[in-house]
């Protein structure tokens, strides 16, 4: 895929958001060449928010973006889905400030710009090739960008829980293995840690539809949809926090216990260290040794 896409047709939901527990109508709609994607907020104005590194705000528990006090919060699911099957401009449009948490994956948005089809623009895609290594650490958490041919993510986690403990995975993002592999994976939590978080004012919409609940010792909504489910979702998290780089990366990114705060501090310190990384396009013989994403809806 050498050059860049967008969805043939607008495509509509509604939800509520995770932490606000507010409704929420979302629409994604074609956009030219060059925009990315870009969020629109249709009850204020239409004011908009680029997704890229420099309107990351407040990250904990979700990636939050701001411009000019405007709030976007928990985008990574949605971008995640749009790197995931190739959709590189696009205007979203929002009447609030939340995406909405939908099944808790990124499979819906799949099934929503599948339904749409994606079509082929003019320009060439513009990757961002890493260069050299680049590490941080954290405690005993730790995330990496290194160079590679292709898009690669890996992500280990180790949680003291019987259904998780030590799970690694490793992915290629080509030939539909984001659809396949990474897409259905839903967000997580424990009810141990429930009330805590309603008291800092989070997942207030959160229910046993939109997350897999952990209790003590197993699971309050099984069945799980991976065995190695909750891996598999922070490697979606992290394909989404990454897509603030607004461009699609050329490298291998290798994350251990890190979380929103660190998937963006990586993007926003590689981006400012213009040593590690350049911007490239691709020729149709390159574009040939890296294969690529790919959905059945496509139609060039
Ligand atoms: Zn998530």
Request: charged residues 25%.
């Given at each position: 895929?050498?050059?860049?896409?967008?969805?043939?047709?607008?495509?509509?939901?509604?939800?509520?958001?995770?932490?606000?527990?507010?409704?929420?109508?979302?629409?994604?709609?074609?956009?030219?060449?060059?925009?990315?994607?870009?969020?629109?907020?249709?009850?204020?104005?239409?004011?908009?928010?680029?997704?890229?590194?420099?309107?990351?705000?407040?990250?904990?528990?979700?990636?939050?973006?701001?411009?000019?006090?405007?709030?976007?919060?928990?985008?990574?699911?949605?971008?995640?889905?749009?790197?995931?099957?190739?959709?590189?401009?696009?205007?979203?449009?929002?009447?609030?400030?939340?995406?909405?948490?939908?099944?808790g994956s990124a499979q819906p948005f799949i099934d929503m710009i599948s339904a749409a089809g994606l079509r082929q623009q003019r320009r060439k895609r513009t990757y961002l090739k890493i260069l050299?290594?680049?590490?941080?650490?954290?405690?005993?958490?730790?995330?990496?960008?290194?160079?590679?041919?292709?898009?690669?993510?890996?992500?280990?986690?180790?949680?003291?829980?019987?259904?998780?403990?030590?799970?690694?995975?490793?992915?290629?993002?080509?030939?539909?293995?984001?659809?396949?592999?990474?897409?259905?994976?839903?967000?997580?939590?424990?009810?141990?840690?429930?009330?805590?978080?309603?008291?800092?004012?989070?997942?207030?919409?959160?229910?046993?539809?939109?997350?897999?609940?952990?209790?003590?010792h197993g699971l309050d909504n099984g069945p799980l949809r991976f065995p190695d489910e909750f891996v598999r979702h922070k490697v979606?998290?992290?394909?989404?926090?990454?897509?603030?780089?607004?461009?699609?990366?050329?490298?291998?990114?290798?994350?251990?216990?890190?979380?929103?705060?660190?998937?963006?501090?990586?993007?926003?310190?590689?981006?400012?260290?213009?040593?590690?990384?350049?911007?490239?396009?691709?020729?149709?013989?390159?574009?040939?040794?890296?294969?690529?994403?790919?959905?059945?809806?496509?139609?060039?």
């Amino acid at each position: 895929m050498i050059y860049e896409r967008t969805i043939r047709n607008p495509v509509e939901c509604t939800g509520i958001g995770l932490h606000s527990g507010a409704n929420v109508r979302l629409r994604i709609l074609p956009a030219s060449p060059g925009t990315g994607i870009v969020f629109r907020r249709t009850d204020l104005d239409n004011f908009e928010v680029e997704a890229v590194s420099r309107n990351v705000a407040k990250v904990s528990y979700a990636t939050s973006l701001m411009k000019q006090g405007v709030l976007i919060s928990t985008t990574e699911h949605l971008l995640s889905a749009c790197v995931g099957v190739g959709l590189d401009n696009a205007v979203v449009e929002l009447d609030n400030l939340e995406l909405p948490i939908l099944d808790g994956s990124a499979q819906p948005f799949i099934d929503m710009i599948s339904a749409a089809g994606l079509r082929q623009q003019r320009r060439k895609r513009t990757y961002l090739k890493i260069l050299r290594p680049y590490e941080m650490r954290e405690g005993d958490k730790t995330i990496g960008v290194y160079p590679a041919d292709n898009y690669t993510v890996s992500y280990s986690i180790n949680f003291p829980h019987p259904l998780i403990g030590q799970e690694t995975f490793k992915v290629g993002l080509s030939n539909g293995s984001y659809v396949e592999q990474i897409a259905a994976a839903r967000t997580f939590g424990f009810l141990e840690q429930q009330q805590a978080m309603l008291n800092m004012g989070l997942i207030r919409g959160a229910s046993r539809e939109n997350c897999v609940v952990l209790t003590r010792h197993g699971l309050d909504n099984g069945p799980l949809r991976f065995p190695d489910e909750f891996v598999r979702h922070k490697v979606l998290d992290l394909i989404g926090d990454l897509a603030l780089f607004g461009k699609r990366i050329l490298g291998y990114v290798k994350a251990d216990r890190a979380g929103h705060a660190m998937h963006t501090a990586i993007v926003s310190r590689v981006l400012r260290d213009p040593s590690c990384w350049e911007e490239i396009t691709l020729d149709k013989f390159a574009a040939s040794r890296f294969p690529e994403e790919h959905l059945s809806a496509v139609a060039d």
